[in-house]
């Protein structure tokens, strides 16, 4: 064999080695890129499934915190409504406890004028319903307390509505000045208790001129 053949044979040769090797990388890349892929795949997979666990974990979360914000929200409503209702029927009560106080101070207090003259006080008191015999009369110097008993309506009935006096009632008045307790008078007619009461005069004392 002379040089020329050998040299050629031993090109091809390595020509051949080289074939194998780029190959050889060549199946390697592939390899390498599979194996990539199926990473990447397996990745994206885990990716996907956490993220599918997490959004189910938040939705999760998401529904019982409404539940719990509607729950709070029903119990805070509930809780107002009765507030609401208990001040409403506290109001009611107190509406209908004053009322009865005025009605009861308005009916228990005879109506009364105080009249003056030049030397005495004329007191008028509407005392209807009253007999004479139930009248009272106290004077001071300084004041008048008339005290009356008005007659009660029979038990077995319910009031409906109240207006008119029952029981004792009293009235005490007083005077701008003294009077004369023991020269004082009282008439009761038509309803009307009408007491005079004569001022006090202050004595008068004629001083002799020298």
Known sequence: MNKSSEVKKIALEKKSDLKDKALEVKKGALEKTADAKES???????????????????????????????????????????????????LKDKQEEFGKTISDYTSQKPLTDVLE??????????????????????????????????????????????????????????????IEVKKASAKFEDAVLTVELPKVQEEKIKVKID
Not at 58 to 82: L, M, P
Not at 118 to 147: A, W
């Open 40 to 90: 990447a795949l397996m990745k994206t997979s885990e990716i996907k499934e956490n993220a599918g666990e997490k959004t189910a974990e938040i939705k999760a979360d998401t529904s019982d915190k409404t539940a719990e914000f509607r729950e709070n929200a029903e119990k805070t409503r509930k809780q107002a409504e009765r507030k609401i209702n208990e001040f409403i029927s506290t």
């Open 117 to 178: 003259t030049e030397n005495s006080y004329i007191i008028k008191v509407d005392l209807p319903r009253i007999k004479k015999e139930n009248i009272n009369v106290n004077i001071t110097e300084d004041s008048v307390e008339i005290q009356a008993k008005f007659d009660e309506e029979d038990e077995t009935l319910e009031f409906i509505k109240k207006e008119r006096s029952y029981g004792d009632t009293s009235r005490i008045i007083p005077l701008p000045e003294k």
